[in-house]
């Protein structure tokens, strides 16, 4: 099975840095992908790694370490509108074609001035 | 930009109703799915659509649980007789294109609410 796991709730202030941590247990790994989902709304791709290392995106950032089975998201220069959840995914590829996401519990952020 | 469209953004049904949810994926996506949200929990995977077959399905996905692509455009999930636990945020989301894109794009979501 898969498991992934993740802070239940960070908190920052405005203008800081984040980082928002997720480990996992899985089958059949093939990437980590970070998705947004305000209250109510959507979940909102946000990064994606399928290699070890860092990428890049504006303000959030991603970092992958598949010996770890470990990665984070960084958000910078926070500002009051990224207030929401935050969940690290498990991507596998299906046989039968397209691509599985098994989502972590999430990380709720509150940002604060 | 093209988005994923859902319809209705809310639906309430009585216990033991069929319902069906709607969903137009993005038009050059290849593969489509459906996603769960319990209120307070996380996103659960129920199904994925793909050359007119389902490829993957969940536990949660049983023998109440049904998706076609009826047309070009619209992909649906029926639910075929709703229990109370049936309520929940329901995501519909496509992928892949031509140009062999992954990331998964979300709807905006139903949510169904069984009384």
């Known amino acids: 099975g898969q498991s992934l796991e993740q802070p239940s709730e960070v908190t920052a202030v405005e203008g800081a840095i984040v980082q928002i941590n997720c480990t996992y247990q899985t089958s059949g790994f093939y990437g980590l992908s970070w998705y947004q989902q305000h209250d109510g709304g959507a979940p909102t791709f946000l990064s994606y790694n399928a290699l070890d290392g860092l990428e890049e995106t504006g303000r959030f950032s991603s970092f992958l370490s598949r010996s770890d089975s470990y990665g984070y998201l960084l958000l910078q220069e926070l500002q009051m509108k990224d207030s929401a959840s935050y969940f690290c995914a498990v991507r596998t590829i299906l046989t039968g074609g397209g691509n599985k996401l098994t989502f972590g519990t999430g990380t709720q952020l509150k940002v604060e001035l | 930009e093209p988005e994923v469209t859902q319809t209705p953004s809310h639906q309430v049904t009585q216990m033991g109703q069929e319902v069906i949810l709607r969903c137009v994926p993005i038009?050059?996506?290849?593969?489509f799915y459906w996603y769960r949200q319990i209120l307070g929990q996380k996103v659960e995977f129920l199904v994925s659509f793909y050359n007119n077959e389902i490829s993957e399905k969940s536990e949660i996905f049983d023998d109440q649980f049904s998706v076609e692509r009826p047309d070009g455009s619209n992909f649906t999930l029926k639910i075929r007789s709703t229990k109370l636990e049936d309520s929940a945020m329901y995501f519909c989301?496509?992928?892949?294109?031509?140009?062999?894109?992954?990331?998964?794009?979300f709807g905006p979501g139903t949510r169904l609410t069984v009384t």
């Open positions: 038009s050059n996506h290849l593969y």
């Open positions: 989301a496509s992928s892949g294109s031509l140009a062999g894109s992954y990331e998964q794009y």
